[in-house]
């Protein structure tokens, strides 16, 4: 059985050894009095040692703490932005679906796993509470597992739980779980969400991103009916639909009558929502992302953003003047899966400008990685239009792009668009 020590007294030299990887839960499955007290213990280990970030919403990893510690993520997203702009985060550029395999044969090294835990069921087993994606594998394959048992993480539905045996010891808590609000909708968000909107018929199967363009796109979907919800992660926005009954997932071949997710990115209504209930469940990334699983949906439709696309439908979801600030993350798995799944569509929502109106995302050459080859594109969304994509040359590519790119830069990608393609 496990052991039961007091925040204050849990001493991280005894479990983590000199050369180990820490692997904890992204979002707000983060063990925050976990990893913080780590942090604060990382001269204690007796030498180096690693951590893997997900999607980091805290501000418990900062640059000054690679003194000892080497630091890995799937990219920059929120807090990790400090760590890659401070030249101490080492990224890995890849899909979500492939990490819980990575973990598995030790590309990502993952001795010690920690893990935020609802309380126990009346059979003794704890629940993943609000993150379930890799987090599965990791506690799996970890040498040792510290559980945070926090009182306020709901305990919510789906078929991975811990056994107390595979703890080695557990922190008691009661602390609010951590909240990621929505996004700030402004017009540009909500003229998408509308021409987004259109594209989505009744009895789709959503998968949606969070921030501002997924939130504005939800709250257009009142008069739909019989949505359903397969998504490697849910905000608030999919309470309302789901209250409206707009979302009931009666049409899905599989998960009938269930919204699917792996991770939780809300505030209290959401995760409170959840709390023993079975409409909602929590999956690992091997079916909220695997390839056959998301194939076999009917009527999947993928909602990702980006931070530019090229004339070609080329997608760049990670760099930004040279500096990592998002991911691949499950845009890519989603994509190709909406690509396979019959009537499926994927869309890559983004507005049509960056920096006050000075930089078009619509480019003729990217600035950053390819995250999304134009092989697999569907859609692109701006504010001022929608380019289908799918099975276009290069040229109509082209020339679909320009009119959604904002009239102040259509004249030059119209010319550079003639010098690359003679479109």
């Not at 204050?8 to 992204?26: K, M, N, S, T, Y």
């Not at 134009?374 to 040359?393: H, N, Q, Y």
Request: net charge negative; with cysteine.
């Amino acid at each position: 059985m496990p052991r039961h020590i007091p925040l204050d007294a849990l001493d991280f030299a005894e479990f983590v050894r000199p050369g180990d990887g820490v692997i904890w839960g992204q979002v707000a499955g983060e063990p925050l009095p976990l990893s913080s007290r780590l942090m604060e213990q990382r001269s204690s280990i007796g030498g180096r040692f690693s951590i893997f970030l997900g999607a980091s919403f805290s501000d418990t990893v900062q640059p000054d703490h690679a003194d000892h510690i080497d630091m890995r993520a799937i990219g920059g997203i929120a807090g990790n932005r400090r760590l890659a702009k401070a030249g101490v985060l080492d990224v890995i550029p890849t899909h979500i679906s492939a990490v819980a395999d990575y973990i598995r044969d030790r590309r990502i090294p993952g001795d010690v796993a920690m893990v935020q835990l609802s309380p126990p069921d009346a059979d003794g087993r704890y629940s993943y509470s609000v993150a379930s994606d890799y987090i599965v594998a990791a506690v799996e394959n970890a040498r040792v597992v510290i559980g945070e048992v926090n009182a306020s993480a709901p305990r919510t539905s789906g078929p991975h739980r811990i056994d107390p045996e595979r703890l080695a010891c557990i922190v008691e808590t009661d602390r609010p779980v951590l909240a990621v609000p929505p996004g700030r909708i402004g017009d540009a968000e909500r003229r998408i969400a509308e021409l987004a909107a259109e594209l989505i018929p009744d009895r789709a199967v959503l998968q949606v991103g969070i921030g501002a363009v997924p939130d504005a796109i939800l709250t257009l979907l009142g008069n739909h009916k019989d949505l359903g919800v397969h998504s490697g992660m849910i905000g608030d926005g999919v309470i309302d639909l789901i209250e409206r009954g707009v979302v009931t997932n009666a049409y899905k071949l599989f998960d009938r009558g269930v919204s699917v997710t792996g991770t939780m990115a809300g505030t209290e209504r959401l995760y409170r929502f959840a709390h023993d209930n079975p409409a909602i469940e929590m999956r690992s990334t091997d079916h909220t992302h695997g390839a056959a699983v998301l194939a076999a949906i009917p009527g999947l439709v993928s909602i990702n953003s980006a931070i530019e696309v090229d004339l070609t439908g080329q997608v760049n979801a990670e760099e930004a003047a040279g500096m990592h600030i998002g991911a691949v993350g499950g845009a890519v798995d989603y994509v190709r899966g909406a690509h396979k799944a019959r009537g499926g569509r994927s869309m890559i929502a983004l507005s049509a400008t960056a920096g006050d109106g000075k930089i078009s995302k619509v480019v003729s050459r990217l600035g950053g990685a390819v995250s999304t080859a134009r092989s697999d594109v569907d859609v692109i969304i701006t504010e001022f239009g929608v380019a289908e994509l799918r099975a276009k040359s290069l040229r109509e590519r082209a020339r679909a792009m320009i009119a959604i790119a904002h009239p102040d830069f259509r004249e030059q990608l119209a010319a550079d668009a003639r010098a690359m393609f003679g479109a």
